[in-house]
């Protein structure tokens, strides 16, 4: 049996992907790259806007004729499949089997069963110890930082988001558990890790997430920590003292806003004003001038009004956040804020959309401006320069790097070397060895 995973969404769902990867690799399954080389096909997908779903049914309908000409397997694994369940089998009759997000394990036998030709093969059911999934059997995909699961689900209600539905309640992983896997992971050769929750900092696995950090951070030979993603209202001042102290947690912070305005923080109950959020960067101190700040925003929110997307870009400048990802209001089903009047018109929401944008753009590359000039350590994050002749790297800060190393250089991939920052556009850092 050949295999190929898609996997769209999060970093939460990338790292599921290796899981299920690895589960499947341990079955005796060969990996393959292409969807055409393969016996079986996972959809690990992502619902969060009605665009990553639409992305999954095209795809459904490509592999639907492929099916006609060839023996293939489809199964579809992820948060689509756990919102959808069986609907999915009726809209698209050609899957094989449905794999829910807490059911990971439960893929061999799926695949077992929809291999003995059993039809609608489904598992969406709610295991309450899935985040204790065996590390040692993902499988990871050939990058320079791995990733590390500390919390599963979501405690928070935001009234558009579907994610409390497709992850459930928060799980924790014990902290020795984590430090045990990064130990491993070091040992293995990698230097950097992300770990990853919906609200890593309401991590409750014997520690507080700050006390995480600082135990991760004690692995030998570990270069940088990153962590996604950050609730505001679980942003403490421990939690800000870690991060402006601690050398080996690097210096970003991806910590969502969503609104500028108080009255649509309320309707999307968020739980914080604007005024608590920035109180709460301010917990940073002088080191805010160090650490890249990113956020997300959604625009054009039920009832969003022309003063309340006013507020959201004076905080964009208040805040000068270094990155932002923003994105137009997708309502999902069985959310609250379904029930919310949403009669802005799309072109409108687009307008926002797009001033939002572009004042961000002219944020970042202030940013990115600051660096000019300055040595950094970067991590190398491909086997060899691109066609351009460039090599791809990351800064602590998150930034993308494009490092000349001069003709017939190697660079070893995974390690930090030092770049001298000589040209900025909003996107990217040019750099040469420093
Ligand atoms: N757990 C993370 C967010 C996960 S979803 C957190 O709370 O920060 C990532 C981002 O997608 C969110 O921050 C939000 O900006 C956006 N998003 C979530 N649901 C959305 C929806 N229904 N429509 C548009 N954007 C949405
Ligand atoms: Fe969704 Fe809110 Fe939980 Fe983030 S904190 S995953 S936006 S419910
Ligand atoms: Fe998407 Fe699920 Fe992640 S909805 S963003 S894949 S948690």
Known sequence: MKFHIETWGCQMNDHDGEKLSGLLSAEGFEAVDATED?????????????????????????????????????????????????????????????????????????????????????????????????????????????????????????????????????????????????????????????????????????????????????????????????????????????????????????LPLQSGSDRILRRMLREYTVADYLERLGYLGEARARICLSTDFIVGFPGETEEDFEGTMKVLDEAAFDASFSFIYSPRPGTPSLRLKDDLPMAQKSERLARLQKRQTELTLASNLRFLGREIPVRIETHGPTEQGWWLARSGEWKTVHLAAGPGRELPFGELVKARITQASPHFLGAELA
Not at 149 to 167: D, K, L
Not at 229 to 234: D, E, G, I, L, Q
């Open 38 to 254: 393969a016996d079986l096909v996972l959809l690990n997908t992502c619902s969060i806007r009605e665009k990553a779903v639409h992305k999954v049914y095209s795809e459904l309908g490509r592999l639907r004729e492929e099916k006609q000409r060839r023996p293939l397997l489809v199964g579809v694994t992820g948060c689509l499949a756990q919102q959808e369940q069986a609907a999915l089998f009726k809209r698209a009759p050609h899957i094989d089997f449905v794999l829910g997000t807490m059911a990971l394990r439960q893929l061999p036998r799926l695949v077992a069963e929809a291999r003995a030709g059993k039809a609608c093969v489904m598992d969406t059911g709610e295991y309450p110890d899935n985040h204790l999934f065996p590390p040692s059997v993902a499988r990871r995909r050939d990058t320079a930082k791995a990733l590390v699961t500390i919390t599963e689900g979501c405690n928070h209600a935001c009234t558009y988001c579907i994610v409390p539905t497709t992850r459930g309640a928060e799980r924790h992983r014990p902290f020795v558990d984590v430090v045990a896997e990064v130990r491993g992971l070091v040992e293995r050769g990698y230097r950097e890790v992300e770990l990853l929750g919906q609200n890593v900092n309401s991590y409750a696995g014997g520690c507080t997430f700050a006390e995480l950090l600082e135990r991760v951070s004690e692995v030998e030979g570990l270069e940088w920590i990153r962590f996604t993603t950050s609730h505001p209202m679980n942003f403490t001042k421990e939690l800000a003292r870690v991060l402006a102290t601690n050398p080996k947690v690097a210096p970003f912070l991806h």
